[in-house]
């Protein structure tokens, strides 16, 4: 009896991921097979379609979300080719907008798979992913957090109309340690005010002690080897500091990835939105959509990085002769963003003063 043998054919399968269960949709080179619910777990998927289509070439195909890259690297070890793909990258008619079901996400998405439609985002090493995750943790939660407590604490001093002597206000004596002395010497007429404020003080204290050591485990990453050699080269550029050296490396990872200039700029966010119809055509604001955190800090770079190489500028003053100095320093941005390029990619360091 010949043997059922799918070899030589692509089975393409659409996966809404959810933390308790999967909505999983199979199409053949075809046909569509079938739309079913299974617990979610990659092995159960694979047993699935090892019965039902032997010796096929499996792709798999689902949405970036709750479960982040863990599920791709369970479908990889299954054997399948499996791509992650951003959920707004997904052709969706305007039906499936207004009458979204699990169900019909999972065959939304097996058929864009099997039709060529889809575009894979980029999946880093779980090392590079879990050294950004220490970025993060920094500069999207522990610093927003030290902020709002400090805010927190201005706010219930001027509450009591407590005045905060002239030396503290500005300069390098705000947020000191002699004014932080000044906030534990304040006494309040009733204990539950100073039980508050002694609860914010403790928090302000957690978190620059958080804050203490998670900088010291950057600077101890950065003198990996894996990352030694290139934060040092990063470093040669004008307004590269050690922390977006180590952004630049666990966001980016691979520049060889993008293949023009471009394409990083899309990435970073450092486009236009742009509406355009008929001969008509209108160029917006800056896209919200990128890496958010690459792009505030270079912006912070580039305001350093323009006073230290004469060419940026240069060029920053022929810009603001035409627009304002936010609009300038965008431009100086980008090229800022072109020079880093090129530095990551030849393995040269920086040379300040070059116009092109």
Not at 55 to 79: I, M, P
Not at 165 to 176: M, N
């Amino acid at each position: 009896m010949k043997e059922l043998s799918f070899k030589g054919q692509e089975i393409y399968v659409g996966i809404d991921v959810h933390l308790k269960q999967w909505n999983v949709a199979i199409y053949t080179e075809k046909s569509f097979h079938k739309v079913f619910q299974q617990p979610a777990d990659a092995s159960v998927l694979g047993n699935y379609l090892r019965r039902n289509f032997p010796d096929a070439d499996y792709r798999t195909v689902y949405e970036a979300g709750l479960t982040g890259f863990s599920t791709h690297r369970q479908l990889e070890n299954e054997g399948f080719h499996n791509i992650v793909v951003h959920p707004a990258d997904v052709p969706t008619m305007d039906k499936e907008r207004r009458q979204k079901r699990d169900k019909s996400d999972a065959m939304k998405l097996g058929k864009a798979l099997r039709s060529g439609d889809l575009s894979a985002v980029y999946v880093p090493s779980l090392k590079v992913q879990q050294d950004r995750e220490l970025i993060r943790y920094r500069c999207d939660k522990l610093i927003p957090k030290l902020t709002r407590v400090k805010n927190q604490i201005k706010s219930f001093l001027h509450l009591y109309g407590i005045d905060i002597p002239a030396e503290f206000k500005t300069g390098p004596s705000h947020w000191s340690k002699a004014w932080v002395a000044w906030l534990h010497s304040i006494q309040l007429t009733h204990i539950s005010g100073q039980q508050v404020l002694e609860h914010l003080l403790e928090e302000l204290a957690f978190c620059q002690t958080r804050l203490r050591q998670v900088d010291r485990q950057i600077v101890a990453l950065s003198r990996q080897e894996f990352y030694r050699d290139r934060v040092k080269l990063l470093r040669s550029v004008p307004g590269i500091g050690l922390l977006i050296a180590m952004v630049i490396l666990t966001e980016i990872d691979r520049m060889d990835r993008f293949e023009s200039l471009d394409k990083l700029c899309h990435y970073v966010g450092l486009v236009p939105n742009v509406y355009a119809s008929d001969v008509k055509e209108r160029v917006g604001h800056q896209t919200r959509r990128g890496n958010s955190l690459l792009r505030r800090l270079l912006l912070q770079s580039a305001w350093v990085a323009k006073n230290r190489d004469p060419a940026l500028l240069l060029k920053f003053d022929e810009l603001t002769k035409r627009m304002n100095a936010n609009k300038a320093i965008v431009r100086i941005q980008k090229k800022l963003l072109s020079r880093i390029r090129r530095v990551m990619l030849t393995g040269e360091p920086y040379e300040c003063g070059i116009v092109q």
